[in-house]
């Protein structure tokens, strides 16, 4: 992206852009919170209207000795997380979970303009286009989602983590996180994670003390990096999505 339009578009500003609606593109119910959870907590926070979009239900994840129906449970979980963290509203899609491309592009693309027609979003937010975590239904959820934005001419933004975080995740975790450097990160946002945390906290170890994603979220502190995947105008021509590999 070039130095004009990055200005135009904001650049470590601290705050997210202003938006008055924003809807959330993500593959799995935790991804609401985990992932995106302080930076929709920051938009809510604008006084904007965020919609979440979870392409599957999340039942191909074990919750550890959970009993009843996993994919209502984790309905449940998304609901709760959506309650915590302030957005309007979530609804999930049916489509596959850990195999999310096989339900098909082009649906996957209807089910985001759908949910883009019922709340009008001035941009979408969603995982960065490499697997953050090594998940390939990410990059999926994110194709459809810029594919979508084309054609809605809206915005993307993507959750990246920057490359100190991600270095620090990889020697204490082993190598499962990508990362960016620090000069194509586009904005570091300001955020609070008290909320985020308290939505995350009925997930699986990983969110707990000594977990992966509670020191993630201790490295991250008080900033939230995020990416332009797109400009209204046209596609970001270095970010297309479609290039990572399954890790
Ligand atoms: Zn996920």
Known sequence: MNREVKHRMGRSVGVPPKWT???????????????????????????AKVEVLCLTH?????????PGDLAALRGAELASAVDVLGPAGSEMADCPDG???????????????AAADSCFPDGLLVFDTVAVEGHLDHV??????????????????GWALSEDVAARLNLEFGNRFTSHQNQDIDLRVTVERARQRVASHSLQDEALPGGARWRRLELLANTQSLRW???????????APGTAQRR
């Open 99 to 113: 195999a999310l491309s096989e339900a098909g592009q082009a649906r996957l693309v209807e089910e985001v303009i």
């Open 229 to 239: 995947l797109r400009t209204a105008g046209g596609a970001v021509g270095d970010r």
């Open 140 to 157: 999926t959820a994110t194709s459809a989602g810029l594919m979508a934005a084309e054609t809605l001419a809206l915005p993307v933004l």
């Open 58 to 66: 999340g039942q191909a994840w074990t919750l550890e000795g959970a």
């Open 21 to 47: 609606s924003v809807l959330a593109v993500i593959a799995h119910p935790d991804d609401a919170s985990f992932g995106l959870g302080a930076i929709l907590d920051a938009f809510v926070f604008t006084g």
